[in-house]
Every structure is written in structure tokens, then in C-alpha cells.
């Protein structure tokens, strides 16, 4: 569910001189709710955007229904993954940039970005699609079936050489337990996914596309017409977090979710930290990628340029200490 909607104020006021030096600007930032935004709430919890000057509005939405309402300037910044919808939006030249990357699937990460099978149906897992040849894939979202696309490719298999079943990310974990499919991509770690599902290891995106950079920070026109120093300083609060989520700080937002999701106690250290970006600098390889993909199966109708999405000019400031 979506949390309350506030329009956020114009930027540009927060650069210029008729406000209160102490005043803070109001900001909506969108995000899909995961244990992949905790380096965003670590500089939260903290206090380092209020510090940067911003009161953060929260609003937890898809990708599907932020891109929107982030190019119409009704949110100003979004924590998401690459999709279909954000490329398209690009293509018909909508105010939305890639100011930063945040995610990636690392290669060191070796318990998420992954398939998942019945233990009962492949007591060892598997270490390639071939066993899954002929069977049923649940699939939660376009940016899954990129995933798993990506992994059967290095198999030498495609889409034709297995079924598809749409579902929900829990109700997919759900249903590969059950033996209802035989197997399931999730980005999500290991850790998190309840032992009496009795899951095995599959394949992981990152055997095949080593760090692939696949979650990013987007600006929307309320950041891009204000002054570049405005979404520098945003840039360095989150990216202050970010670097104190990596040496071993774990926000209560991440408590609570582990609560919430009745995770084995100390899941929450567990969890692999490592496919957070520390620098946030964007892999335009990666973009291209993902832009191909979306050219291939018919999301798009043109292939796009990751040269019109990303905009560096926030990180570059942000990281020269000019904010």
C-alpha cells in the first residue's frame, strides 16, 4: 500500500536566499519497500538529509506506478530498479535522470540475484537451467524475466525451452515449495527466505553478468531545475549512510523488517551488504544491457542511448565536495 501523497514544493527555493537558513525543504522520494533501501535509511535515521537541509516525505510504490508520477514532478526523487517503464520514459523524453547507482549483483554475493528449486524435487540444487528444461518458472516481474533470461542464456537455453507462471514475489516462493512450479528467480538473499520452504540453489544472475548494476537513484524535474549543488547534497547524504551501512551500521528500519518478515534471529547481519554501490558511480555498460533486453522482447520500439537517462554532473559534485 501506498503511504500518503504530498506535492512536493519546488527545489529551486531551497537555492535561493528568501528562505530561512534553518528551513528545510520538503522532498517525496519513492521506493519499493526491501532490504535494498537500508543504506538509504541508515543516513535517514541519522539525520543526514535533514542535516543536508531536506524533510523527506516516504512513499513506498512500484517502479510501474513511481516512473510516472516522478516525470510529472509530483515526486522528486526515486530509489528503484531498471525497467521497462523507466526506458520508455526516457525514450519519449521525460524528465527523469539516473543520477546515481545504488545496486548491483555481486559477485560476492553468493546467497541472493538467484534461482531458486524444491529440495525435495533437486536435493543439491542445480547448477545450470538444463534441468529445468520443459518445467515451470514462477516470474514476478519484468526485471525477474530479464533475470532469468540473462541465466538461461548462459546456459545456451532462451524463453522457448521453459513455462512461465506470473506470481507475486512471496506467493512464488510459495508455490515452488508447494511444488506448484518447479523453480524461481529472486533477488532476494538466502537468508531471508524461510528454512521450512526448503529451498535449494540455482544458478545466479551475477555467473553471468558479474556486478551487474540494476538499481539506481532517479532525480525528476523538480531536482533537475534546481541548482546541480541541491541534488549534490541529497547525493552526499545518502551516500554518507551508505558508507556507514557497509562498515556494519544496521538501521532500525531494518530490524523492523526483519520483524515483520518473522526472520531467524540475526538474519539481519547476515545479509549480504556487499551489492550496495559505495560510490555510486553508474556502469553505462549495464544500462546498455538492460536497454538491449527491452529492445529484443518488444518493450520498447527503440533502442535507447543510456547517454539520455544518466546525468553525472550530481554525483560528480557530490564526490568533488563542491555541495
Not at 508520477?69 to 524528465?95: F, M, Q, T, Y
Not at 524535474?221 to 551500521?249: C, H, I, M, Q
Not at 551488504?273 to 556502469?283: A, F, S
Amino acid at each position: 500500500m501506498r503511504r500518503r501523497t504530498v506535492l512536493a514544493m519546488p527545489l529551486a527555493l531551497a537555492a535561493c536566499g528568501r528562505e530561512e537558513k534553518k528551513s528545510s525543504q520538503k522532498i517525496k522520494i519513492a521506493f519499493t519497500p526491501s532490504y535494498t533501501v537500508s543504506q538509504f535509511y541508515a543516513g535517514y535515521e541519522a539525520g543526514y538529509f535533514r542535516d543536508a537541509g531536506f524533510d523527506i516525505d516516504l512513499d513506498s510504490s512500484s517502479s510501474a506506478q513511481s516512473i510516472p508520477l516522478l516525470a510529472e514532478g509530483k515526486i522528486d526523487a526515486a530509489l528503484l530498479s531498471a525497467s521497462p517503464a523507466l526506458v520508455n520514459a526516457a525514450l519519449r523524453g521525460s524528465r527523469i535522470k539516473v543520477v546515481a547507482a545504488r545496486e548491483c549483483a555481486a559477485a560476492s554475493c553468493s546467497g541472493s540475484m538467484r534461482m531458486y528449486v524444491s529440495r525435495k524435487a533437486f536435493p543439491n540444487g542445480i547448477l545450470d537451467m538444463h534441468p529445468l528444461r520443459g518445467k515451470t518458472i514462477g516470474n514476478s516481474s519484468l526485471f525477474s524475466q530479464f533475470c532469468i533470461d540473462e541465466i538461461l542464456r548462459a546456459s545456451q537455453m532462451t524463453e522457448k525451452d521453459v513455462r512461465f507462471e506470473r506470481l507475486d514475489a512471496g506467493a512464488a516462493l510459495v508455490a515452488v515449495s508447494a511444488g506448484k512450479v518447479d523453480a524461481v528467480y529472486s533477488s532476494n538473499d538466502m537468508a531471508t527466505i524461510p528454512a521450512e520452504f526448503d529451498l535449494a540453489p540455482g544458478p545466479r544472475l551475477a555467473e553471468t553478468l558479474p556486478d551487474h548494476q540494476f538499481g539506481f537513484i532517479l532525480f525528476g524535474p523538480s531536482f533537475l531545475d534546481a541548482p546541480v549543488s541541491v541534488g549534490a547534497k541529497f547525493l552526499k547524504a545518502y551516500f554518507r549512510g551508505t558508507r556507514e551501512f557497509l562498515g556494519g551500521k544496521t538501521p532500525q528500519y531494518l530490524l523492523n523488517l526483519a520483524k515483520e518478515n518473522h526472520w531467524a534471529p540475526g538474519t539481519e547481519d547476515r545479509i549480504c551488504r556487499q551489492g550496495v554501490v559505495k560510490d555510486g558511480v553508474v556502469r553505462m555498460q549495464d544500462l546498455r544491457t538492460f536497454a538491449q533486453w527491452c529492445f529484443d522482447n518488444k518493450h520498447t520500439d527503440r533502442l535507447l542511448d543510456p547517454a539520455m537517462l544518466v546525468d553525472n554532473r550530481y554525483l560528480d559534485a557530490a564526490s568533488g565536495g563542491q555541495a
